[in-house]
Every structure is written in C-alpha cells, then in structure tokens.
Nanobody, 122 residues
Framework: QVQLVESGGGLVQAGGSLTLSCAAS????????MGWYRQAPGKQRDVVAV???????HYADYVKGRFTISRDSANNTVYLQMNSLIPEDTAVYYC????????????????WGQGTQVTVSS
C-alpha cells in the first residue's frame, strides 16, 4: 500500500502563486506515474497534470502555461507549481499515484492523497 501526503494548499489572491507537494511512502519499488487532480464543489474530479518516471508530462488545457509539475524520484515526491492563479482554480487538489510496483514486480492499486484545499480570491 502507498500513502500519499499532500501539503501546500491555502488561500491566495488572484494572480498569486502556490506550490503543492506530495510525498509517497510505503512498501513499493517504483511509481511510474504521479499527478494532480482537482475537484471543485459540485463538479467531477479532473486531471490537472501528470508526470511519468522518465519525466514526461501532460497538462490539462486550462492550466497550460500557468502550472508546472515536477518530480523528485529519489524522494518519491511530486510538486505542482501554480502561477497566475484565478478564482476558477479554487478546488480541492488531490495527489495521485499509479503504475506502482513492488520489488517482486507485483502491481499495487492506484493511490490517492487526502486532498488539500486551494482557494483563490478575486
């Protein structure tokens, strides 16, 4: 099982910046995909950005040019640098890990963090 712990959420004014962090711990050998999703009240959970173990990235159109995802594979930590925040970015942000493997090659279930609130005021 993999545990994901997020930090860095909070309240910020429009145009401001925040950096989210997510640290993975538990019994695993590798995590191939890590990423961030968000869920606003009354809406479904949507992908924000993902990063693979070899550094490949994917961003949702609505954050391209404003958000940057990065990864410290040695410490199993993923970051989300969020710039030029707008009120529409207000949501609970969830860390996600997938394609998780044990030392023996077994695959573990995907894992979610508990979520961290990001609120952008106008």
């Amino acid at each position: 099982q993999v545990q994901l712990v997020e930090s860095g959420g909070g309240l910020v004014q429009a145009g401001g910046s925040l950096t989210l962090s997510c640290a993975a711990s538990g019994s695993f050998a590798s995590i191939n995909v890590m990423g961030w999703y968000r869920q606003a009240p009354g809406k479904q959970r949507d992908v924000v950005a993902v990063i693979t173990s070899n550094g490949g990235t994917h961003y949702a159109d609505y954050v391209k040019g404003r958000f940057t995802i990065s990864r410290d594979s040695a410490n199993n930590t993923v970051y989300l640098q969020m710039n030029s925040l707008i009120p529409e970015d207000t949501a609970v942000y969830y860390c996600h890990a997938d394609l998780i493997y044990t030392i023996s090659g077994g695959r573990l279930p995907r894992s979610w963090g508990q979520g961290t609130q990001v609120t952008v005021s106008s």
